[in-house]
Nanobody, 132 residues
Framework: QMQLVESGGGLVQPGGSLRLSCAAS????????MGWFRQAPGKEREGVSC????????YYADSVKGRFTISRDNAKNTVFLQMNSLKPEDTARYYC?????????????????????????WGQGTQVTVSS
């Protein structure tokens, strides 16, 4: 099994920055991609960003392009999400994911809703609140 532990959430003013981290442990040798989903109260879950393990290719939702940057440290099985120019609409619970079967090009498909049981893992989430 694989475990994902997120950190780095918090309260920040509009225009501020936060850096989320996600450390994977356990069975991590076959991870194809890692990324972040978010969900705000009353809203659908949204795929935010992804980075593929084989080639480092990335995906960003249109809503965060130019403001968020995803990166990884393969040696530590850790992925980071640098979030700049934060807006109130970025307020949500952010979940780290690790997928054992798909790379980030799958995130372009609206039908992709994250890794399914036995083929990846989800973290418990970390809250990001953007408010003055």
């Amino acid at each position: 099994q694989m475990q994902l532990v997120e950190s780095g959430g918090g309260l920040v003013q509009p225009g501020g920055s936060l850096r989320l981290s996600c450390a994977a442990s356990g069975f991590t040798s076959n991870i194809y991609s890692m990324g972040w989903f978010r969900q705000a109260p009353g809203k659908e879950r949204e795929g935010v960003s992804c980075i593929s393990t084989p080639d480092g290719s990335t995906y960003y939702a249109d809503s965060v392009k130019g403001r968020f940057t995803i990166s990884r440290d393969n040696a530590k099985n850790t992925v980071f999400l640098q979030m700049n120019s934060l807006k109130p609409e970025d307020t949500a619970r952010y979940y780290c994911t690790a997928d054992l079967v798909v790379e980030c090009d799958a995130w372009e498909d609206d039908d992709y809703v994250g890794p399914v049981e036995d083929f990846g893992s989800w973290g418990q989430g970390t809250q990001v609140t953007v408010s003055s």
